[in-house]
């Protein structure tokens, strides 16, 4: 595949996961928990890293937000400090390849639109990494305490963010390689 065409697959690769992780990080279903009935399930809990919430069998919810982040669980907030900077580097890395890619008229020479779009790459597969962390250790917490004999509280499934978050990580990550490749097909054309 020519250098442009591998830059384009891996922007709209890296665009597509960002979008996707991005709106992980305003997705409530981060875990999700229910209470059954004897015939209809009579309470739902989820939580995201933002807030906690209950619905019950009538559609009526409540939901709490954290009150102090201070107060938080550890792994919450590791979570939202790498989802947050997964998003951020994803804006950026957003800019850098629209600048770094062949098929824009603005960056410079060639020589430097393939360092640029090498950088984009780099950015990117941090991001990736930075959202794959969050999402993983947020679903090793939920695992460990479901699996856990002694837990007494109540106990989580995987909620339906952790998977869309872990597709846009992936995303990400190929995306970014897909941009490494163009510059290092660039320097090899070079030669």
């Known amino acids: 595949m020519t250098s442009m065409g591998t830059e384009i697959l891996a922007f709209i690769l890296t665009v597509s996961g960002w979008i996707l992780v991005s709106s992980t990080l305003a997705t409530d279903y ?94 990117f597969i941090i991001a990736g990494l930075s959202s794959l962390t969050a999402c993983s250790l947020y679903a090793h917490r939920i695992t460990s305490e479901f699996f856990d004999p002694t837990y007494v509280a109540q106990k989580y499934e995987l909620g339906a963010a952790l998977f869309i978050g872990w597709a846009g990580s992936v995303l990400l990550i190929l995306g970014g390689v897909g941009f490494c490749f163009s510059f290092a097909e660039e320097g090899e054309q070079k030669r």
Not at 76 to 86: D, Y
């Open 30 to 123: 981060w875990k999700v928990s229910s209470i059954d009935g004897t015939v209809i399930t009579t309470a739902t809990f989820w939580s995201s890293l933002w807030k906690t919430c209950v619905t019950d069998s009538t559609g009526v919810y409540n939901c709490k937000d954290f009150p102090s982040m201070l107060a938080l669980d550890g792994y919450i907030q590791v979570c939202r400090g790498l989802m947050i900077a997964s998003v951020c580097l994803g804006f950026f890395g957003v800019i850098l390849a629209m600048i770094g890619m062949k098929c824009t008229k603005i960056g410079g020479t060639d020589k430097t639109k393939s360092r640029i779009a090498g950088l984009a790459g780099g950015t």
